[in-house]
């Protein structure tokens, strides 16, 4: 989706047929479990399923036209992927983005308890990319803040991952932060380069 695109459940005139809205965006959310590219503007069209209008069926046709996150990667392919509302209010930035990194974490664990199942376990701990400085302070500070008191169970659960050894927090720049695919609206030149490294590629 274009940095432009600005989708309101108030502008524009109802759709003739919204069934047919809704027949579209289900059958995309399936294209979505090969097309992690496209999870955040069908996440947005997805919003206005019980009322469309004009302007949302023309982001329906330009998403199959030109086709609360995470991107977990298992030797340099994509193998799991989120692109969500957080369930909870977080009352700051840190804390939303301390949360994403919990949910990764989990999410992880479990891939690596798949792979030791399957006698396909990786020797190398999992790694967590996060482009906030203060929420990959947290992660990497032992010390408790009062403010972060209430999400204490997500902060013991990442520091006992990191103190055994089954995973690292490493801080990225937002520029090179791929889950921004999943997330937000990009230029024409960053969403091609994330989706490059995504390894999406035209089959025709």
Known sequence: MITTCHLSA???SLVEDEHQYRSIVGA??????????IAYSVNKVCQ????PLDLHYKAVKRILRSTSEFCVFLRGNPISWSSRKQQVVSRST?????????????EMVWIQS???ELCASVSNKGMIWCDSSAA???AE??????KFKHVELDMFFVREKVAVGMLQVGHVPASNQIVDILTKPLST??????????????MN
């Open 10 to 12: 108030a502008a524009g």
């Open 28 to 37: 995309l959310q399936y294209v979505v479990i090969t097309r992690p590219n």
């Open 48 to 51: 206005f399923m019980h009322k």
């Open 94 to 106: 840190v804390e939303a983005e301390y949360r994403n990194i919990a949910h990764v974490a989990a």
């Open 114 to 116: 798949l792979l030791t």
């Open 136 to 138: 990959f302070a947290v």
């Open 141 to 146: 500070n032992p010390v408790m803040h009062s």
């Open 189 to 202: 030149a960053v969403f091609t380069r994330f989706q490059d490294q995504l390894r999406v590629v035209d």
